[in-house]
């Protein structure tokens, strides 16, 4: 029997609908891990999307806008003061490590991709 590996391969289609989903959120909104994965079609990979935003190194990818669940920063690279810092220029509240008024800066998408 052959060892599992330890890093399996991204899913590639699903790795592509998260770029597509996180893509296409506007400056100056924010939308959870959970929800980003949801869009993409799998709504129990929070996990999976933060795993995709951490080696995403695409500059036309906002991935800063992405954010744990109740408003909570999350990662970002390992800065979480260059997160804050980027969400700060696009008018996003952020203290204490959390965003403020997320219902008012949370993205609400009408659609996810096929």
């Given at each position: 029997m052959?060892a599992r590996?330890r ?5 590639e289609?699903f790795s592509?609908?998260?770029?597509w ?9 924010v939308?959870?891990?959970g929800?980003v994965a949801?869009l993409?079609g799998r709504p ?8 995709i935003?951490?080696g995403c190194?695409?500059p036309?990818?906002?991935c800063?806008?992405v954010?744990?669940?109740?408003g909570?920063l ?8 260059l997160k804050r810092?980027?969400l ?15 219902e008012?800066?949370r993205?609400?998408?009408?659609t996810?991709?096929?």
């Open positions: 052959r590996r890093h399996q391969p991204l899913d289609p592509q609908r998260v770029l989903v996180v893509r296409r959120i506007p400056p100056g909104r939308a959870t891990y929800e949801a993409a129990r990979a929070a996990r999976a999307v933060g795993n935003m951490r190194r695409r036309d990818i906002p800063h806008r954010i744990a669940a109740g909570r999350g990662g970002y690279g390992g800065s979480e003061a810092s980027l700060a220029a696009e008018g996003v509240v952020v203290a204490g490590g959390r965003v403020r008024e997320l008012r800066v993205w609400r998408a009408r996810r991709p096929a």
